[in-house]
DNA sequence: AATAACTGCAACCGCTCCAAG
DNA sequence: ACTTGGAGCGGTTGCAGTTAT
């Protein structure tokens, strides 16, 4: 696909100020999409999916930067559980963060603090120390990655969730049977309580996925199966 | 002061999904 | 029905900055 000769090698590496500057400028004018030929047009010579990284995750208006508060550090924990490894709709319940963000943080501050974090550990026995080590990262990861498949690395349900390609799918029509076994009623309880919910006449930002649709089936799910009190 | 080890984050890669032709 | 290409996602890597020795 990519062998059209003459095809002008893509600029990779760290952004600089006047590359986010014809991007933001770019996309200000022309909007979202298209980004295989945004790098063309603007003159960029960074691949789409990089011009598209790039303003997802940093250029985009209403990105906040900076730590997570408490409230949004407390949400993560709980959607990932309920989810898994699924950041662009956990990012999608954090206005202004990015999945991105989410996954980084999670990896960086969670995952270790958690019983269940396996990353980076600083107490942890000396061999698992020992797998730690940047230099047997790569190794280690090398040999994972030549032996499972992708994408099963997510805490919960790393046993149960399904290898391929119907994954996504699966976990789709079982996920509100997820909620149901978990602290269903009080993610609800959260939602409705939490601060970065304002009011209950949704005001979440649903940014990417159809997060509604979960909602709506474990809802349904809950209410009709159940016999749940709201 | 030097440097080794660690940490956090930005960016890339490979894959899947899906719409258009 | 099949192919193709764009878009999006999650996993992984590279590297700059920080901390420890």
């Not at 997802?56 to 709980?78: A, F, H, T, V």
């Not at 954090?94 to 990353?119: A, Q």
């Not at 978990?182 to 930002?205: K, L």
Request: aromatic fraction near 8%; charged fraction near 30%; include cysteine.
């Amino acid at each position: 696909m990519e062998s059209r000769e003459a095809k002008p090698k893509a600029k990779k590496g760290l952004w600089k100020p006047e590359e986010d500057l014809i991007l933001k400028t770019y996309v200000e004018t022309h909007g979202e999409g298209n980004w295989s030929t945004v790098s063309k047009k603007s003159g960029l010579m960074r691949g789409g999916k990089s011009c598209r990284l790039r303003w997802k995750n940093y250029l985009r208006p209403n990105i906040k930067r900076g730590g997570m508060s408490q409230e949004e550090e407390d949400m993560i924990i709980r959607m990932h559980k309920l989810l898994g490894n699924r950041w662009s709709l956990i990012a999608g319940r954090l206005p202004g963060r990015t999945d991105n963000e989410v996954k980084n943080y999670w990896n960086t501050h969670l995952n270790k603090r958690l019983p269940s974090g396996k990353r980076k550990s600083t107490d942890s026995n000396p061999d698992q120390d020992d797998n730690n080590t940047k230099e047997n990262k790569s190794k280690r990861l090398r040999a994972l990655g030549d032996s499972q498949p992708t994408g099963n690395t997510s805490p919960i349900g790393s046993t149960e969730e399904l290898e391929g390609k119907n994954q996504e799918k699966e976990e789709r029509s079982a996920v509100s049977d997820v909620w149901a076994q978990q602290d269903a009623q009080s993610m609800m309880n959260y939602y409705i309580e939490s601060p970065m919910v304002p009011d209950n006449n949704a005001t979440f930002v649903f940014d990417d996925e159809p997060f509604l649709a979960y909602w709506d089936s474990f809802v349904l799910f809950e209410s009709v199966g159940c016999g749940g009190d709201w």
